[in-house]
């Protein structure tokens, strides 16, 4: 499991660039900026701003957050901070070092994350990963340099601290932090944030696409989902009920996606459908989601072909995505996302209840973006066909088929490089196990026929591989024991006889209440929630 990053992203207020208006050319205020000048009640502190564009502060760990501190405390060189003071607003907007500035800042207000400024901003809706990122950060910076506090109070009495710490001390007091200055409009101010930030240290492909597609309905329902409706609210412009009910769907989305946190090595089958909520990779996914859901493809979202570049068909500039003016676009995104994740995994009686242990984690609890997107994919399939009936019907056949067979995910991963080439082939396995089974095949003839196709032909049994152990147990392996016995062992569906998962668990009464049935513990059975409902519906229907 990859370290939790720290989220510094409270730190600096976000504001809009205002790139329409006509802000005339900024100018340069100074040349250094004094580690006292990000204490809270100063001016300079008070005026600092991110684009509202800008990704999230939150890709350092939380050694990289503490190196740095450690860094400007030794009197080492720290890169330049760029900066654009907005003539209209005042304010001064951070145009690259965000992260070099809020790691100070951290430092400074002793919140990395976790506490006062980041408590406010995210309406006390902290993970735990971000919570013990933060921890690890504090701990870090206090071995290597103390706290800022401490370092400040061993400047006023320097006669009963300790040395190094008033060295240190001194060398807060006189050290700078230097700045360089965008000159020009909030246009000019724009593209250069852009240009500064695809050299060198790039920024993710999906994090660029979310800020270039910032106004268009799929990147604001990603905002606001990836943080449960909290942060900066980047549908701030909408009306202040189509606010409210993004937040509400965006919080309901996530609880349902990310609840319960997930914690490595797995002692427990009561794990979240979609991985952990707060991670890299989870923006991603999560993005790839929503485009999914909604049948968005990049070129709806990307920027337009310039003039003189030759149209690939009429077509496309016919479908190009708009902005979002109202936030109905958003909310309808959502919706439709909340839909899919409802009928993966929740209480609702439409809950099909899919096992995430089943689905969407590898042997040794690793959590798989690219098949949880494919089975996504496959359970719209499902509905758009009305054909959740005859999977239940055949589930728990699919389901053995996938564990037996847990391999050919990491096959096809090996095998096809791209992402959407990927979940493609995947759900491509998916259609043709559930055919199978429905056409009452044997297994052997069911990878045959997988193996027909072009993109599965490469599919074959494979035998666990030797590989060489140390001493010690590792996170996976611990986590793989776990699963191993844990699912063999778990609840089943009395319906189905396909595996129950604690987040989606129906009681149902096996002599019906209206032929009589009480509720008494020996007249109940546990069962999915789909199980228990629609496909009592549809055996009815089909018999």
Known sequence: MPTSRVNLDALIQREDFDVTSTDGASFPVTNTLQLSDLEPDRIVYQLLRKPDFQRETADWDPKRVAELIESFAVGDLIPSIILWKSVKSGNLFVIDGGHRLSALIAWVRDDYGDKGVSLRFFQNFIPPEQIKAAERTRKLVKDAVGSYEEVKAAFRNQENSAPELVRLAKNVAVMAIQLQWVLGDAQKAESSYFKINQQAVTIDPTE????????????????????????????SAFPSPTQVEIEKTAREIYDTLFKPHLETP????????AGQGYSGESVKMVFDLVNLINDVSPEMWQDKPKVGRRKESASIDSHILPDDENGSQTLKYLKAVKKVATRIGSLDPSSLGLHPVVYFYGATGRFLPMTFLAVAAFVRELERRDAFGKFTKVRSQFEEFLLEHRDFVNQIGHAIYGGEKRLKATLLMYRVLFEGLTEGKPTEDIIKQMQSHLELRYLTETTPEMKEYGKDFSTSTKSAVYIRDAIDKSLRCTICNARLHSKSISFD????????????????QMTHPYCNTGYKEWLNANR
């Open 266 to 273: 797995l002692r427990s089958l009561d794990i979240p459908i």
């Open 509 to 524: 009464h096996k002599e019906r209440k209206h032929d009589g049935g009480v509720g008494t513990p020996d007249n109940a």
């Open 208 to 235: 660029l696409a979310i800020i270039k597609s910032r106004r268009k309905p799929n990147a604001l329902a990603t905002r606001s989902l990836i943080r449960a409706g909290t942060g900066h609210k980047y549908w």
